[in-house]
């Protein structure tokens, strides 16, 4: 005999929400489903669901036992079900994010024609009467209780353990690395809006230590595995780590690799440490055996995060003085060109060359502006000093306002309802995608003679230049490693000659 399905009204299904309330702490599912006779799937849906059926009961009539179903009623479902969840435990939900995580469900059922549009995302949003509200900043979420709680209690405790040079910070953060100030550097006055270019992005993430003596490399995750102007380039030997997602996000995958091969270089000279994150989901809490992690409380970041402090600011200041003066002298080496804008010179920075600007200006960044930082944060056992070269910021906001520096103060980094399993298979995923960006043209392999004339053109300016202390003689070691180069060429094109 075929089982009959039993459709529950919102009322029965709050009924069932309340008696469920009333039994003992630890009660287990098959136990509710003995005591009220429903099945266990059916007490598990309707208690992953209890906030929207509460939010349901305010605005419809109980009785009704259907409502109406989409195009796909399993990704409504399960987007309801991710909804409930994420919203439970206080995360923000935008339009966009619903619309990326239920075509990630859709293909997770086996749906890999479904497409989220507006309208779907729309009539979504009236079957559940799920209602979309901005936050109006974070001061009104600021946990203050809880980071002068550490900064009184934890942070004692970790600063009797562990030495200044052992405890470190690491943090990520968004940027637009092709963006330009709006029109100020152009001829003729174009706007930065029209620009899909100038709004790419990667993501960086930094480490210090408290004394300032330690800037780990930076890792930086773009959105291609192998941007065309990585051909001819070693990837060991960037100034940064570089790893990628579509996303261009920090993912629990990609931070746990870093952390494991951290870990291993602290091994080899039998050093531990101390790292201090946020406890957002790309940063699991893993075992290491040379590295402690102390996770700072939620929604305190803007007040005991040292990176936060402006120490990443500083990074960004410095980068955009770079990328304002890049743009700058090529204007003024093209002025005949009608080719010669901002943003005309802005579209053609590749990875490569943001890779450049960001670990030059992240070398700038001085210990005593890391200490401060720091000390901002409660660590009061550092001395605060003056920053150095602060004039560099006058630098940047002569050419453009603030908004310019501040333009990706707030770019999303990470998922923030990342789980382990979706990282899993983003990972696979992503290997399947193309392993080269269309928009990058590769740069022409650099000649031997080309290298040599370089070579010998720095060497003559620092010869004509009067003051002291040029680092000519850092350039000899360049000079041994072409010869020897021009030496392995020649007798490499010998021996061919020979056997031909």
Known sequence: MSRVRKDLSLAQKLEIIDKIKLQPPGCSTRCLSEILGIPKSTIARIQLQEQILREQALSQVTTRKRKREGKDSDVDEALTQWFTLATSRGVQVSGSILKVKSEDLARKVGNDEFKATEGWLSRWKVRHDIKFKRAHGEKASINSDGADEWKLTKLPQILAKCSLEDVYNADETGLYYRATPDGSLCFKHELIAGSKKAMERITLLCCVNVSGTDKKKLLMIGKSKKPRCFQQISLQKLPVEYHSNK??????????????????????????????????????????????????????????????????????????????????????????????????????????????????????????????????????????????????????????????????????????????????????????????????????????????????????????????????????????????????????????????
Request: one cysteine or more; aromatic letters at 8%; a negative charge.
């Open 247 to 500: 996303n261009v996000w920090m993912t629990s995958a990609i931070f746990i690799e870093w952390l494991q091969r951290w870990d291993t270089e602290l091994d080899k000279t039998k050093k531990a440490i101390c790292l201090i994150l946020d406890n957002c989901t790309a940063h699991p809490n893993v075992s290491l055996k040379n590295i402690k992690f102390e996770f700072l409380p939620p929604n305190s970041t803007s007040l005991i995060q040292p990176l936060d402090m402006g120490a990443i600011q500083n990074l960004k200041v410095k980068y955009r003085a770079t990328l304002v003066n890049y743009i700058l002298e090529k204007i003024e080496d093209n002025l005949l060109e009608s080719q010669s804008t901002a943003i005309d010179i802005s579209k053609k920075i590749n990875i490569l060359q943001a890779i450049q600007f960001i670990s030059d200006s992240w070398r700038d960044v001085s210990s005593q502006t890391i200490k401060n930082c720091f000390r901002k944060c409660g660590y009061h056992t550092i001395d605060q000093q003056l920053e150095p070269n602060s004039e560099e910021y006058d630098i940047v906001r002569a050419l453009n306002n603030v908004e310019f520096e501040h333009l990706d103060s707030n770019v999303q980094c990470y998922d923030q309802n990342e789980n382990v399993d979706d990282a899993i298979i983003q990972s696979i995923q992503d290997k399947h995608d193309s392993d080269e960006d269309t928009d990058e043209e590769p740069d022409p392999p650099i000649r031997l003679q080309e290298a040599k004339k370089c070579l010998e053109t720095l060497r003559l300016f620092f010869l004509q230049q009067e003051n002291e202390g040029s680092p000519i003689n850092a350039l000899d070691a360049c000079s041994d490693y072409i010869r020897q180069q021009s030496i392995i060429r020649k007798k490499q094109s010998n021996i061919h000659s020979f056997f031909k």
